[in-house]
């Protein structure tokens, strides 16, 4: 779609503030205020297409970036679950060392009682 120029003035106040919207949002000063006037014109009944990079179009990229990431957590705490499962699987109670060593130190005794006696 073909754009005009509009021409405002505005105070100092006004125009730190559009300066510092564009720079937050990473946009020239021209988008900041073009966003600006439609948000401000939205508020007060009146319709834009949002197919040239709208807030419903910003919004409904942000929802799909949340879905991905969402999958993205839901999948990664499925894999931390099933690791947590083959970990506590895999390992032996405590009591199971004290075992060992009790044995070997049994073994040990019976080794060496049979040349002493």
Same mark, same amino acid.
């Given at each position: 779609?073909?754009? #005009?120029?509009?021409?405002?003035?505005? %105070? %100092?106040?006004?125009?730190? /503030?559009? $300066? *510092?919207?564009?720079?937050?949002?990473?946009? *020239?000063? !021209?988008?900041?205020?073009?966003?600006?006037?439609?948000?401000?014109?939205?508020?007060?009944?009146? *319709?834009?297409?949002?197919? %040239?990079?709208?807030?419903?179009?910003?919004?409904?990229?942000? $929802?799909? !970036?949340?879905?991905?990431? $969402?999958? #993205?957590?839901s999948e990664q705490l499925t894999d931390l679950? /099933?690791?947590?499962?083959?970990? !506590? !699987?895999? +390992?032996?109670p405590e009591w199971v060392t004290y075992l060992?060593?009790?044995?070997? +130190?049994?073994?040990? +005794?019976?080794?060496?009682?049979?040349?002493?006696?």
């Amino acid at each position: 779609m073909p754009s #005009k120029l509009i021409q405002a003035r505005a %105070d %100092d106040e006004t125009v730190e /503030a559009l $300066e *510092d919207f564009a720079e937050r949002n990473n946009i *020239d000063r !021209s988008e900041a205020i073009r966003r600006a006037v439609r948000g401000h014109l939205g508020n007060h009944g009146y *319709d834009f297409p949002t197919t %040239d990079g709208g807030v419903a179009v910003e919004i409904s990229e942000l $929802e799909q !970036s949340i879905t991905q990431l $969402e999958q #993205k957590q839901s999948e990664q705490l499925t894999d931390l679950r /099933a690791e947590i499962v083959t970990r !506590s !699987s895999n +390992t032996e109670p405590e009591w199971v060392t004290y075992l060992n060593l009790i044995v070997l +130190t049994v073994v040990a +005794t019976l080794v060496v009682l049979q040349f002493i006696l």
